[in-house]
């Protein structure tokens, strides 16, 4: 299988106001075509980062790419101009948000935002005709067309965000926390509808989840972000049924804790990590149960996992 996306050793930093961020550090990631991948990390560990990354969607003068390369498709776009990415977002990879209000446009009814990225993407199409379809493919009614986005539910606008993002024919979607400001039932409506696009177009996807449960449910590989880094990464089923870096387990643990408490959001002891240096250890090792004399001092190189599944860790406690 190729890949569609293709990250290597990525390194970036945020720098504002005097502060620096590494916000990925180290970041080696690929999505297969055609293939369903999910992203979890606690908050602040790099996701949307590296969402943003893959569409040049990152503050310009803030964000730099320090090293490391990025390929979409093949082709390196590690240093592209906001020209070039102008001329490839949306196809081969579109993206869908959070917060769908921020990337539709309020003044423009939601049949012409879908029509305009067909006809920026896929001009010899009959337009109507391809609207329609899109409007059908995310169920949505045709009358919704004519609606502008702050007239729709939560669930719509992100409906007709995905429709924008069809509309440009794309190989991969990256989502990124699509489903968190929806409540209970519109969140597993679009997270269907999310699954269902992606076997019928044959697309891939990149999701992006607090809630490691909907990943589960979607993708068949994931990767787990700890400050900057990929600290795990496998088949949904390795991970989650034999996770094995220490800060996976805990992550599962405070799930699972979060759970029978009925809270949303699952958190685990300690502090999250100082992103403003780059120390060669691993990042998790204030927070570790595992520690060892190694730990502080170098950040491993991925391999296999001891007694786990078939998954990629990069912990000393497997070395
Ligand atoms: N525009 C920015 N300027 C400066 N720092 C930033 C900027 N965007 C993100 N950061 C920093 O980069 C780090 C990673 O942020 P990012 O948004 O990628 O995390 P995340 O994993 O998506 O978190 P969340 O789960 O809360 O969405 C954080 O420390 C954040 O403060
Ligand atoms: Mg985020």
């Given amino acids: 299988m190729a890949n569609i996306l293709e990250i290597e050793s990525l390194r970036l930093a945020y720098r504002a106001r005097g502060t620096v961020a590494y916000a990925m550090n180290d970041v080696t990631l690929s999505v297969g075509e055609g293939e369903a991948v999910g992203l979890v990390g606690e908050s602040g560990s790099g996701k949307s980062t590296l969402a943003r990354a893959t569409l040049g969607l990152l503050p310009p003068r803030i964000a730099t790419i320090e090293s490391g390369t990025i390929r979409i498709g093949g082709r390196d776009v590690t240093r592209y101009t906001e020209d070039q990415w102008q001329a490839m977002r949306g196809n081969p990879v579109a993206m869908v948000f959070q917060d769908p209000l921020s990337y539709l446009n309020p003044v423009m009814r939601v049949g012409k935002q879908v029509a305009e990225s067909v006809k920026r993407h896929a001009p010899r199409l009959p337009l109507q005709q391809r609207v329609g379809e899109l409007l059908s493919l995310v169920k949505l009614p045709a009358s919704a067309a004519d609606a502008f986005p702050h007239e729709l539910s939560g669930g719509m606008r992100q409906r007709a965000l995905l429709a924008v993002a069809l509309g440009c024919g794309p190989k991969m979607l990256v989502a990124d926390e699509p489903t968190t400001a929806l409540d209970v039932t519109t969140q597993a409506e679009i997270l269907a509808l999310i699954r269902e696009l992606r076997e019928r177009l044959g697309m891939a ?30 088949a949904t089923r390795d991970v989650f049924q034999r996770p094995a870096h220490p800060y996976t387990l805990g992550l599962l643990k405070a799930a699972q804790a979060a759970r029978n408490s009925e809270g949303r959001f699952a958190t685990i002891a300690g502090d999250p990590p100082n992103l403003s240096g780059l120390s060669p250890g691993c990042p998790f090792t204030p927070r570790c149960p595992l520690v060892r004399e190694e730990c502080p001092r170098q950040m491993p190189s991925a391999g296999p996992a001891r007694n786990a599944g078939a998954q990629q860790v990069r912990c000393w406690a497997h070395r």
């Fill in 205 to 234: 996807l990149l999701l992006i989840s607090h809630d490691l449960g909907i990943v589960a449910s979607a993708c068949e590989r994931i990767y787990v972000m700890y400050a900057g880094h990929a600290v795990e990464w496998g």
